[in-house]
């Protein structure tokens, strides 16, 4: 089966209450959020090795091709969207905020704690596995799942409360 073959099997099987104009947008999201770190990095060649360094510190004017590519409301405005429908769907079906709560944690919660096994081990390794950028790099999304995390588990015990 090939991938447009899958994607018209897919989209066939999707409700049709879904809002594809929103999974659209989201999907585009993603893709400039990729593409635009994707042109950002400029690597370069020292005596040591491999080494990266981002335009924005290289090329003055590419400051300005952020304000160019920004998708973070996106994000959040689909992600309110998305939210909404699944709690207008959960009271519909007779769940409770809670048990609403956890089953969208869980959501968040399963593809995070393989990469978070995978960078204890790498971190475990040190030096000897990454440079410090990579390092730094790979941990920077944390400041956000832990954000989320710590909005997540106070929401859950504001509803277990309940």
């Not at 996106?74 to 909404?84: H, K, P, R, S, T």
Request: charge should be positive; glycine fraction near 6%; charged fraction near 15%.
């Amino acid at each position: 089966m090939n991938v447009w073959s899958r994607a018209r099997s897919l989209a066939e099987k999707t409700p049709p209450h879904r809002n594809r104009y929103l999974d659209f947008l989201r999907a585009a999201a993603i893709l400039v959020v990729v593409f635009g770190h994707w042109l950002v990095q400029a690597p370069y060649m020292t005596d040591t090795g491999l080494a990266i360094t981002t335009m924005l510190g290289v090329v003055a004017w590419s400051h300005l091709l952020t304000w160019a590519v920004q998708v973070m409301p996106v994000f959040f405005i689909v992600g309110g969207y998305a939210n909404a429908a699944s709690w207008e769907a959960a009271v519909r079906d007779g769940r409770g905020y809670a048990s609403w709560v956890q089953s969208r944690l869980a959501r968040l919660v399963a593809p995070v704690v393989p990469l978070l096994i995978v960078w204890a081990c790498l971190a475990i390794d040190g030096p000897n596995t990454s440079d410090r950028y990579g390092r730094l790099s790979a941990n920077a999304p944390f400041s956000l799942i832990c954000t989320r995390g710590t909005w997540w588990a106070s929401a859950v015990a504001h509803a277990s409360e309940r």
